[in-house]
């Protein structure tokens, strides 16, 4: 058994596959608001919800002095921050302070999820260092998180991800590879922006990078991404194609359209070129990357 280290989310779509991928190299604790998973250990599984009982963490991490903590929850949905401010923020600001205070006190690593949509998707090509600029609620709470733990005096690292393909461990959760899939399945039309510009990453690839993190001591801010840059409906229709379903169900969808739906960054594409530099993690384009994920989905 490895190093001892916490992961928040761990019921979570991403979370999901950092708990599986991680188990074997490291002592990993998931923490979930979410009842333990058919096949886990109950050694290595804490039902808790932070918002409410927060203490039940301080208390376990006293205990058991874990070497690294990777924070993967967080209230993701964009649109629901955007409706519920004053929620989103308690979720993902307050509880990142509350997390840097206890990392403080237990002198633990944290590794801190982040988003490419801090930044407003004016330019494109995002390097490591430029200034975030985010045009929805969610951008900023994650922009205000990361100032609250790249401020604090414990080790740390930010990993800002950015759209991410994968399969679920349990259930759809927030996988939209999920969804599409069952959609075309179905030979139901899928309807993709072509105004939205990402550099999608495969889940599997980026909880290697997230655990890569986990057990280093490297500090700074790490873009987490696919080496290619394109529009979200031209990545559906190649992930249509290479999962074996006619490309052309995926259509183009104004979104911008949808009531209620929350700013989106126009180009949030991320440079990688300083992360690369520093992780071992290989990181995929599309092809590579959904061929990665099937490959380990039959096993």
């Known amino acids: 058994m490895g190093e001892k280290v916490i992961l928040t989310g761990a019921g979570g779509f991403v979370g999901g596959i950092i708990f599986s991928r991680g188990s074997d190299r490291f002592e990993l604790h998931g923490i979930s608001s979410k009842t333990r998973p058919m096949g886990i250990e109950s050694d290595f599984w804490h039902s808790m919800n932070l918002q409410e009982d927060f203490s039940s963490l301080e208390k376990f991490m006293q205990e058991i002095r874990p070497g690294s903590l990777i924070h993967a929850a967080a209230m993701a949905d964009i649109d ?131 655990l890569e993190l986990a057990g280093n001591d490297l500090t700074g801010i790490f873009h987490l ?28 969808k104004n979104a911008d359209t949808i009531p209620g739906r929350a700013p989106r960054p126009r180009d949030v594409s991320l440079n990688q070129d300083w992360t690369r530099s520093q992780l071992t993690t290989r990181f995929k384009g599309i092809e590579e990357g959904i061929d990665y994920l099937l490959q380990l989905r039959t096993h």
């Open 225 to 252: 991404a696919g080496t290619e840059k394109l529009t979200r409906y031209e990545m559906g229709r190649r992930i249509a194609a290479r999962l074996g379903y006619d490309p052309a169900l995926v259509v183009v």
């Open 80 to 210: 629901a921050c955007e409706k519920d401010p004053e929620l989103a923020s308690r979720i993902n600001d307050d509880l990142a302070e509350k997390l840097v205070h206890l990392c403080e006190a237990c002198q633990c690593r944290l590794v801190y999820l982040s988003t490419d949509t801090v930044f407003d998707g004016e330019q494109g090509g995002y390097r490591e260092h430029d200034s975030p600029s985010p045009v929805n609620f969610y951008g900023k709470t994650k922009q205000a998180a990361e100032q609250i733990v790249s401020g604090s005096k414990i080790p740390w690292a930010i990993a800002r991800l950015c759209l991410v393909m994968g399969f679920s461990t349990r259930g759809e959760g927030n996988s939209f590879l999920d969804k599409m899939e069952s959609a075309l399945l179905n030979g139901r039309e899928v309807g993709c922006p072509d105004n939205e510009i990402r550099s999608p990453i495969d889940v599997q690839t980026l909880a290697e990078a997230i």
